[in-house]
């Protein structure tokens, strides 16, 4: 007999920024049937359902990880609805329409030797409250029997893209033509047939059936230099893609340059007409010196946070959207959409910003929107495989003497103007300069986010910063 919480507690599985993630190697199938237990449990003390709904991403270790859930599911007497591999948003699409919980297998973009899971209440994403009840919750289960099969159900994948096809009455891509970076991302096999519905000539790039860990926010040089030499080769207006579940898009103009997806959730929020906007402090400050919106709150940076901050919203304001530094779109309200009615999606979504950037950019190049607004760049990237404590420690001494951690990363010769705790260290330079580092709440990595008028000055404070930084 087994006890969730205590099978949680020695695994060494924890909740990050958005999900609860760890090694391929902790997620033993007792320790995914804890999660599900767990999770389950504390759904049934607010919500009535009768299923529970399940999907995966495309590394390796993801369906035996689903197969374990499932199980856990049967244990419970609960029936599992299981829809294979598709995009994260498209599983909290459907089971919110449902009005069911759901629970994701995906690592995100983090390396293949990792994975997690990610949790929907019947109304959206898990609030960090629900975290601490999963986590608390003391349910004992029996060992898993034999792990079952399973068979997809193509309903998910069907629903999210008429979502929206169906918000359109004639094909107004026709004559773009649109390059589909595919890897390995969980949506692969659904947007070429949108964008095709939608009027565009597709081209699919370069699927790979090993998985490859994308991250939105710190962009390779060797994916930098694909969708250059992609757009010489096949005069792409827009080349589109995403992370490992689908749920953060990386897109780039008719040049191949990748837009930042706070510039990307940016461009869609005033396509959109959203009055209320909550970001990350990590965003680009353009968002508040555009004027585009009447309200713009800064919250901790994850999913959650940003969800969170939408109840303070929604009751003031007509159009309550957020969006993250890693492009990911959260509609936090109902909206209109060509006379006809989108319904909010309350986590992160990859194909809604793309959707709304070609809308807006229907009559010029995505180069010359982007070029319309003011002229602040950002830059990031990051460590990898460095400690959080050592992170932790950094930001404490930061917080402690700012200006004297600010001299160790090389800026001695230029004045501290403010300091912004939210998440992180966000320093603000009297030049104008930002530089935010910030512990990954995903693996063992420490960030580093830049801002200026250059992206040449966003990249050397980033790359100053974190070769400074391993010094310390």
Known sequence: MFISSKVIADSGVAFGTSGARGLVSQFTPEVCAAFTHSFVSVMQASFTFDRVMIAIDNRPSSYAMAMACVEALRQRGSRAVYFGVVPTPALAYVAMQADVPAIMVTGSHIPFDRNGLKFYRPDGEISKSDEQSILAAEVPFDELADLPQLEADPRAANDYLARYTSLFDSPWLTGKRIGIYEHSSAGRDLYADLFTQLGAEVVSLERSDQFVPIDTEAVSD???????????????????STDGDGDRPLIADEKGEWLRGDILGLLCAKSLNVQALAVPVSCNT???SCDAFAKVSRTKIGSPYVIAEFANLVDGFTGVAGFEANGGFLLGSDVELNGKPLSALPTRDAVLPAIMLLAAAAEQ?????????????????????????????IIAQGKADPAELLAKLGFADVALVEVDDTDGLRMTLADGRIVHLRPSGNAPELRCYAEADSLALARECVEQSLEKVQTL
Do not use: C, M
């Open 286 to 288: 353009v968002i508040e």
């Open 365 to 393: 190049p995505i180069s010359t929107l982007v070029g319309t607004l003011p002229k602040r760049v950002t830059h990031s990237d990051r460590i990898q495989g460095f400690a959080t404590e050592k992170s932790q420690a």
């Open 222 to 240: 060797a994916d930098r230099a694909k969708a250059k030499a992609w757009s010489e080769q096949y005069q792409f207006d827009a080349i589109f």
